[in-house]
Every structure is written in C-alpha cells, then in structure tokens.
C-alpha cells in the first residue's frame, strides 16, 4: 500500500534551534514529492518539491531514496516558521497527493 | 496573484440535507481536486477532476458524493444526505497545465451537520 509516515505529530524546538521534520514513504518507483505549510488562519500552500531542488524560507528537503525518506530540514528556526508541515508524495498517474498526518511545528522564542 | 476562492467559509446543515460546496479553480488550470480534514485529523484526498470527467477518486468519495463543473468557473461538490461525520474542513484546489504541477489550495469551507 502507499503510505506516508510523519512520526512527530508535535514538534517543538528553541529559535535558533536546527529543526528536522521527518518524512518516510513506501512506493515503488519514483515519488514526486512536495511538502506543504498550513500557518496559522492560512490556507495551505506548496512549501517545496523536491525536483525543484530549492531552498525556501530557509528550508530544504532531500529525497532518499535509500531510507525512502524526504525530510525537511532548516538549521536555524524562526519563530514565524510555527505551523502544521505536511508531506504528501505522490505516486500514481494522476499524481493524487497521499498526505502525511501533518508535524505541529511550535519554534519557543 | 491569483487564488483558488471557496465559498461559504462556513456551512451549518441538517443530518440527511443535501450540500454544495463552491470553489473557483484559478482561471487557467486545468486540474481540480478535493480533500477534505476531519477535525484533528490528516488531509484526506476526495477526488480529482480533469477534461470534465472524475480522473480519480478515494474509496470515502461514494455515491452520497459528487462534483460537477457547472460553467468554465465553478467546481462544485455535492454531498447528499448528510451525515454527522461529514462534519470537516473541504479543500478545494487546482493545478495548471499539467496534474504533477503543485496545487494551490482555497481556504476551505467549514462543514458542520447537526
């Protein structure tokens, strides 16, 4: 079966802090992968993909394939970056997103 | 920038009514899609619509649902005869040209049944 896992359902470091949120999947083949951001009383919004291979807000996210894993990662938090991280590879044809069940992500000032 | 637009923000309905939830896909994408979010829970994918026809649909997306693109604007889901656990968030979002394109969401509407 597809899946995606997010182990943290919370995650809560210091500002300044280095932060990893973590991602696996189980597919075979080739996932195109994205992580999406929910800030709070906003709508969702595409965070990065990985075959973009870019940095956003600081952020980035390398595929894998090894570990079958895609996690986020930014190595000094801010306090703005607090908001609920989702991964969501997708794998079939009609590249239909399998989301993960989403990281709280809380940065203490 | 153009946005994915949902309305109503909130929609309170009795068990067993029927609902239609609205969405404006931004104007030249060609991929439209549903999910929805039961309170504290993850984002579940519902369905995914291109060319006028369902390209793709979940197992929760059954015959009490569906969608339907009414003019060259709106996408719209039906949910007949709700229920109390229909009770969540709806996304609705598109893409462009392509379905591996990213997607860009809407607010969301809030569905509540009593």
């Known amino acids: 079966a597809q899946r995606v896992t997010q182990p943290e359902k919370l995650l809560s470091v210091f500002k300044g802090a280095p932060v990893e949120l973590k991602c696996n999947y189980s597919?075979?083949?080739?996932?195109?992968l994205f992580w999406y951001v929910q800030y709070s009383r906003q709508r969702l919004q595409l965070l990065l993909r990985?075959?973009?291979?870019?940095s956003i807000k600081g952020f980035t996210a390398d595929l894998n394939k090894g570990e079958t894993s895609f996690h986020l990662k930014k190595p000094f938090a801010q306090e703005e970056d607090s908001a609920m991280y989702y991964c969501?590879?997708?794998?079939?044809?009609?590249?239909?997103?399998?989301w993960g069940a989403g990281t709280k992500l809380i940065i203490k000032p | 920038e153009p946005e994915v637009t949902q309305t109503p923000s909130h929609q309170v309905t009795q068990m067993g009514q029927e609902v239609i939830l609205r969405c404006v896909p931004i104007?030249?994408?060609?991929?439209f899609y549903w999910y929805r979010q039961i309170l504290g829970q993850k984002v579940e994918f519902l369905v995914s619509?291109?060319?006028?026809?369902?390209?793709?649909k979940s197992e929760i997306f059954d015959d009490q649902f569906s969608v339907e693109r009414p003019d060259g604007s709106n996408f719209t889901l039906k949910i007949r005869s709700t229920k109390l656990e229909d009770s969540a968030m709806y996304f609705c979002?598109?893409?462009?040209?392509?379905?591996?394109?990213?997607?860009?969401f809407g607010d969301g509407t809030r569905l509540s049944i009593l």
């Open positions: 969501a590879p997708s794998m079939d044809s009609n590249y239909q997103l399998i």
């Open positions: 597919y075979s083949g080739s996932p195109e």
């Open positions: 990985h075959i973009s291979r870019e």
């Open positions: 104007s030249n994408h060609l991929y």
């Open positions: 619509f291109y060319n006028n026809e369902i390209s793709e």
């Open positions: 979002a598109s893409s462009g040209t392509a379905s591996n394109q990213p997607q860009h």
